[in-house]
């Protein structure tokens, strides 16, 4: 048994400075460190920059409670009936979130590039489209000779990488079911991996099928337990997407909605 | 009045552009794809390989969700094929057919998810392109899908150019199109609407020679929907209208 990486939620948001560049695990409402998330609301961090292919309720809180102030992001939405993310559609449009508009690929690209120790890195695809002028990117003709022309996207290393997971050990594995999304090239391309887990377990249990593990300890650095903390989204299998919450969280009129969601969220009945 | 909703026609002009051993994908934020996967494996008598977001291979899922990324969609796939390898396997020339949705489509089937007006000064922010700038011009064919069917959907000219590459297919609730010599033609109207209502109602200039009132709905199809949408949910939240 080695050292134990268990923290408590607030150590591990207190973690993340003002002007960090972190990514999110998860997809929309599936699955994303949305304890965490609410965690660096109640610190009053600022001028985040989010990172993350297809983030929701995450980067929509943020710009909500004014954290964040840039990101990088490929789709944005609440999904399902909701629409549109409306906070953050408001920040963009009002230039209080500077964006940096990916497709999920390029941004997957660009931590590749972190993750694999080069400067930029290949992605498939991108013939026409307006977002490489956008963002200043290039595109290299094949130097082994096959005419192909390949749009390179410039190496994106996250200060932080944040995933929520099913299981992790004392010692900093972690392990998700269902899709892991893009949590492993997040974790792979990040400065300083964090988790949230639902629960934590023997090391045992991860050793009779090691190759379940998402993330190997030595790549974390803190573990916070927080029993259903990618609430109001879903964690399989173990709950589903809390959509009432949502529709209520979509109710723009209802002035005092955040701070009461922050006092109800399942964080603060575990600390 | 013809047998079908608004709905029924999207949905179902979206299933019939799956093809026999092919491999389809449905990404986040698709019901309408998502609705038209689990159609086709329900509704027509062949074998064809339906992969999605949430890393399911051919999918059993025990409810229909209404988040077309939920982890149910990988409930009964013997793997998980998760995003950076659909990803990849679109960029290698894998995957024949997948659904990508649209804001603003253009005579070529380009595609604006990204902003209405100045990207840099956006009257409307729109979600963004997820997959779209790098499968649209990397998939065999891709198809897409408009609720609204009207001159500010379906346009002369983008207001950005999130994807190009051009769509293969796109359905509405009053017209199904095909991509023929690199545009937009017209395939099939709904028999609710007409060919001079398509017209007035699409922004590009477009091709109708052949094209004909949509073939109603098969009873399988009739019956792969209805067990889909069990209480008309998906309808109901979906609120197309023909007009």
């Keep these: 048994m080695s050292r134990s990486k268990v923290v408590p939620l607030a150590d591990l948001a207190a973690r993340i400075p003002d002007g960090a560049s972190v990514a999110l695990g998860g997809s929309f409402l599936h699955r994303g460190p949305f304890a965490l998330v609410r965690e660096l609301i109640r610190q009053g961090r600022r001028n985040l920059e989010i990172m993350k292919q297809s983030p929701g309720y995450d980067i929509d809180i943020l710009c909500r409670a004014g954290v964040a102030d840039r990101a990088r992001v490929g789709i944005v939405a609440m999904e399902g009936n909701f629409g549109m993310a409306p906070w953050y559609r408001r920040a963009v449009e009002q230039g209080k979130l500077k964006l940096e508009e990916h497709a999920c690929a390029t941004l997957t690209a660009g931590m590749r590039a972190a993750a694999f120790g080069v400067p930029f890195q290949p992605v498939g695809g991108l013939h026409g489209s307006d977002l490489p002028a956008l963002n200043g990117w290039v595109k290299l003709p094949d130097p082994y000779g096959s005419n192909e022309d390949t749009w390179v996207i410039p190496r994106i290393r996250p200060d932080f990488a944040v995933i929520h997971v099913a299981e992790a050990t004392a010692s900093g594995d972690a392990r998700t079911f269902g899709t892991p999304n893009w949590d492993h090239i997040m974790t792979r391309s990040a400065g300083r991996v964090l988790i949230v887990a639902e629960k934590l377990v023997e090391e045992e249990v991860f050793a009779e099928r090691p190759e379940f593990t998402l993330v190997p300890r030595f790549l ?31 109710d723009e009129t209802d002035e005092g909605f955040l701070e009461k969601h922050l006092a109800e969220a399942p964080e603060t009945r575990h600390e | 009045m013809s047998e079908f909703s608004p709905f029924s026609h999207t949905v179902l002009g979206m299933a019939r552009f799956i093809r026999p051993d092919e491999v389809t994908f449905s990404g986040v934020n698709s019901t309408f794809a998502m609705l038209a996967c689990l159609l086709a494996k329900r509704a027509y008598p062949f074998d064809f390989t339906y992969i999605n977001v949430a890393g399911g291979v051919d999918p059993d899922p025990s409810f229909i969700p209404l988040s077309s990324s939920d982890p149910v969609l990988a409930q009964g796939s013997c793997s998980i094929f998760a995003n950076e390898d659909f990803y990849d396997l679109c960029c290698r020339g894998g995957m024949d057919l997948c659904f990508l949705g649209a804001a603003q489509i253009d005579g070529e089937g380009c595609t604006n998810v990204s902003a209405i007006g100045d990207w840099h000064k956006p009257k409307v922010r729109l979600p963004g392109g997820g997959g779209g ?34 769509m293969h297919g796109l359905a509405t609730p009053i017209a199904i199109f095909e991509k023929r010599d690199g545009r937009l033609a017209l395939k099939h109207w709904n ?53």
């Design chain 2, 133 to 166: 700038a790098v499968m649209l011009p990397t998939a065999r064919r891709a198809v897409t899908w408009r609720t609204e069917h009207s001159p500010r959907t379906l346009v002369k000219k983008l207001d950005f150019v999130t994807a190009s590459g051009g």
């Design chain 2, 191 to 243: 028999p609710d609407s007409s060919l001079d209502e398509v017209t007035e109602r699409t922004g590009f200039t477009f091709d109708a020679i052949g094209a004909t009132p949509t073939p109603p709905p098969t009873a399988q199809e009739r019956e792969a929907l209805a067990f889909l949408d069990k209480d008309g949910a998906f309808e109901r939240d979906a609120k197309v209208r023909l007009r």
């Design chain 1, 220 to 250: 974390t650095e803190a573990v916070a337990v927080v029993p259903n903390g990618a609430w109001p989204g879903s964690c399989w299998p173990l709950y589903g997407v809390d959509y009432p919450t949502i529709e209520a969280y979509m």
